[in-house]
C-alpha cells in the first residue's frame, strides 16, 4: 500500500511538473513572438520614415497632399476598424492593469487591435507624423503576452497582470534593444506592487524578448551608437542645471497640454474633433504639412536622425528645430491617430541639449545633448530612473550615469511643479472613464432594448 502511495505520488508531480514547463515554454515563446513582432514593427517603421524622406526631398509640397489626406485615412480606419487602437499605447496597457473585468481586458488588448496599432503607426509615418513606434509596441507587446495568456488558461487576475506587465516591458527592451530599460520602465511607470515589480515572468519576459531582437539585427546593436563622453564634476555640471531646468519646463508643459487634449479641446475645435474627427485631422495633417515644408523636412517622422547627428557631433541644435518639433509632436498627439511619444521626445531633448551645448564650449556637445534628452524625457514621463537608464543603454555609455540621474531628477521636480500629475498615469485615467462610459452606455441600451422587448403593448 505505501509503495502504491509512492507511486501515486510520483505521478502527480510528474504531472504537475510537465504541466508547469509546458507553459513556462509557452509563455517563452511569447517573449520570443513579442521580439520578432518589435523588430518587424521596426524595420517597417524605418522603411516608411526612410520613403517619406525621399518623398520630401523630391518635392516638399507634394506633403500638403499625403499628410492630410493620409492622417485622415488612418482616423477612419482607427474608427472603423480598430476603435482602442488611438495614441501611445501606454495608458492602455496602465489602464488593463486595473481593470478586473476580463472581457474589457481582451478587448483592449485584442490581437486585432495590436495588428492595427502597428499598421496604422507606420502609415502615420509614411505619411510624415512626429510620432514614434516605442509606446504602440509596448501595448503590442501586452496583447501577445496576453493573448498566451488566455491560451494557457489563467483566471487568476494577478497573473494575468503579471503577463501583461511582462508584455509591455518586453516591448520597450525589443523597440529599444535595451532590456535593463524594460525591466525599470515595468516597475516604475506599469507596476503597482511589489508582487508584480519582483514577477519572474517580467524578467524571464524581458530578457528573451530583447535577446531575440538583438539576434534579429544582427550584433550588439544600440539605438545611438556609442558615445565614449563624459562630464567630470565641476564646472562642467552647469549642463546638468541648465538641461534639467530646461527639460523640466519643457517636459511639464508639454505634459500639462496633452492631459488637457485628452479632456477634450474647447470652443469650436473641439466641436469639430467630437463630431467630425476625420476632418479635424485632416487640420492637423495641414499643420504638420506646413510646419514640414517650413523646416526643411525635419519635423517629419521620429526625429531619430536629427537626435543622431546631435550626438555623434555633427549638426549644432538650433531653438527653431525645438519649436518646431514640439508643435508638431503636440499637433500628431491632438489628431488622434496611432502612435508614441518617446522617440520625439527624445529628438526633441537632443535638440535642447544642443542648443544648451552652443553655451558651454568647455563641455563635451555630445554629453549636454544626452543631458538634455534625459532631462526632456523626463520632464515628460516623469520616470527618471526609465530616462536614465534607456538613454544611458542607447548610447552605451556608463561613465555618464551620475549625471543623467542627477539631470533626470532635477527635472521631474521642475516638472512636477508645472504639471503635478503624470502624463500616462493621467492618460491611464482618461482612457478608464471611456471605457467605463462606453460599458455604461452599452448596459442602459440593452436595458432599455430589454425592456421595450417586454412590454410591447406599451409602445405607441
Avoid at 504537475?16 to 507553459?23: E, F, I, K, L, S
Avoid at 503579471?162 to 535593463?180: C, R
Avoid at 551608437?225 to 517636459?251: E, K, M, N, R
Avoid at 522617440?343 to 545633448?369: D, E, N, Q, Y
Amino acid at each position: 500500500m505505501k509503495r502504491r502511495n509512492r507511486i501515486t505520488r510520483f505521478r502527480r508531480s510528474a504531472r504537475t511538473h510537465t504541466t508547469h514547463w509546458q507553459r513556462s515554454l509557452i509563455f517563452w515563446a511569447g517573449a520570443i513572438t513579442v521580439g520578432i513582432i518589435a523588430w518587424l514593427f521596426a524595420r517597417a517603421a524605418d522603411y516608411a520614415s526612410s520613403l517619406c524622406l525621399s518623398l520630401t526631398h523630391w518635392n516638399p509640397y507634394i506633403m500638403l497632399v499625403i499628410i492630410p489626406s493620409g492622417l485622415a485615412l488612418s482616423m477612419w480606419l482607427t474608427k472603423r476598424f480598430f476603435p482602442g487602437a488611438q495614441g501611445s499605447g501606454i495608458p492602455q496597457t496602465i489602464a488593463t492593469l486595473h481593470i478586473e473585468d476580463f472581457s474589457l481586458i481582451n478587448r483592449i488588448l485584442a490581437l486585432r487591435i495590436a495588428f492595427g496599432k502597428i499598421c496604422l503607426t507606420t502609415l502615420g509615418l509614411l505619411c510624415g507624423a512626429s510620432i514614434g513606434r516605442e509606446g504602440p509596441t509596448v501595448q503590442v507587446g501586452a496583447a501577445i503576452m496576453h493573448a498566451y495568456s488566455r491560451f494557457l488558461g489563467h483566471a487568476n487576475v494577478s497573473t494575468r497582470r503579471g503577463v501583461i506587465l511582462a508584455g509591455g516591458a518586453a516591448g520597450v527592451a525589443a523597440a529599444f534593444n535595451t532590456p535593463l530599460a524594460g525591466i525599470v520602465f515595468a516597475i516604475e511607470e506599469l507596476s503597482s506592487s511589489f508582487h508584480q515589480r519582483t514577477s519572474g515572468f517580467m524578467l524571464t519576459g524581458v530578457v528573451i524578448a530583447g535577446v531575440t531582437a538583438i539576434v534579429l539585427t544582427g550584433g550588439n546593436y544600440t539605438y545611438f551608437g556609442h558615445a565614449s563622453v563624459d562630464v567630470p564634476v565641476g564646472t562642467a555640471w552647469i549642463a546638468v542645471l541648465a538641461c534639467g531646468i530646461l527639460g523640466g519646463l519643457g517636459g511639464g508643459a508639454f505634459s500639462a497640454f496633452l492631459i488637457r487634449v485628452g479632456k477634450g479641446l474647447p470652443g469650436k475645435i473641439g466641436r469639430i474633433q467630437r463630431s467630425r474627427p476625420v476632418l479635424f485631422t485632416a487640420l492637423c495633417g495641414v499643420l504638420l504639412a506646413i510646419l514640414g515644408i517650413a523646416s526643411h523636412g525635419e519635423t517629419f517622422g521620429t526625429g531619430y536622425i536629427q537626435a543622431h547627428h546631435l550626438v555623434d557631433g555633427s549638426r549644432h541644435g538650433h531653438m527653431s528645430y525645438f519649436l518646431m518639433k514640439y508643435a508638431a509632436t503636440i499637433i500628431s498627439y491632438c489628431s488622434g491617430i496611432p502612435g508614441g511619444l518617446f522617440a520625439p521626445s527624445l529628438s526633441i531633448g537632443a535638440s535642447v541639449g544642443g542648443w544648451v551645448a552652443r553655451f558651454l564650449p568647455h563641455t563635451a556637445p555630445g554629453a549636454v545633448v544626452l543631458l538634455g534628452m534625459v532631462g526632456y524625457f523626463s520632464g515628460v514621463v516623469q520616470s527618471p530612473l526609465t530616462a536614465t537608464v534607456i538613454v544611458m543603454e542607447m548610447c552605451d555609455n556608463q561613465q555618464i550615469t551620475l549625471a543623467l540621474l542627477a539631470t533626470a531628477f532635477l527635472a521631474l521636480g521642475v516638472s512636477r511643479m508645472v504639471c503635478s500629475h503624470s502624463l500616462y498615469g493621467q492618460l491611464a485615467d482618461q482612457f478608464l472613464a471611456r471605457q467605463e462610459g462606453y460599458l455604461q452606455k452599452q448596459h442602459d441600451q440593452t436595458r432599455q432594448a430589454s425592456s421595450d422587448h417586454s412590454t410591447p403593448e406599451e409602445a405607441p
